[in-house]
């Protein structure tokens, strides 16, 4: 493509010109948003589920205690049926 011919058709159809708007004076009434009830729950679940801790101390030290004892078992079973589950569903 030549350069030369693409602005003259930019000329042409003026596609560089930058047009200036007037603000006509208008004074309406501002934008505003409304929460609903609803948006101000999940805000408020997001939130305590931000302060929440990721791991659960209190669960992970009964587990290494039982593994330190050698009494900590585990279903294979029911750990390939949650997978499959996550998996698949």
């Not at 708007?21 to 408020?44: F, H, Y």
């Amino acid at each position: 493509m030549r350069i030369d011919a693409f602005n003259r058709v930019s000329q042409l159809y003026q596609a560089n010109s930058t047009k200036k708007t007037l603000n006509a004076g208008k004074k309406g009434n501002p934008d505003r948003v409304e929460i609903s009830q609803m948006g101000q729950d999940v805000q408020a679940a997001r939130a305590a589920v931000a302060k929440a801790p990721d791991i659960r101390e209190d669960r992970v030290a009964a587990i290494r205690e039982r593994m330190d004892a050698g009494t900590y078992t585990l279903d294979m079973d029911a750990l390939a049926d949650k997978l499959l589950t996550g998996y698949i569903f």
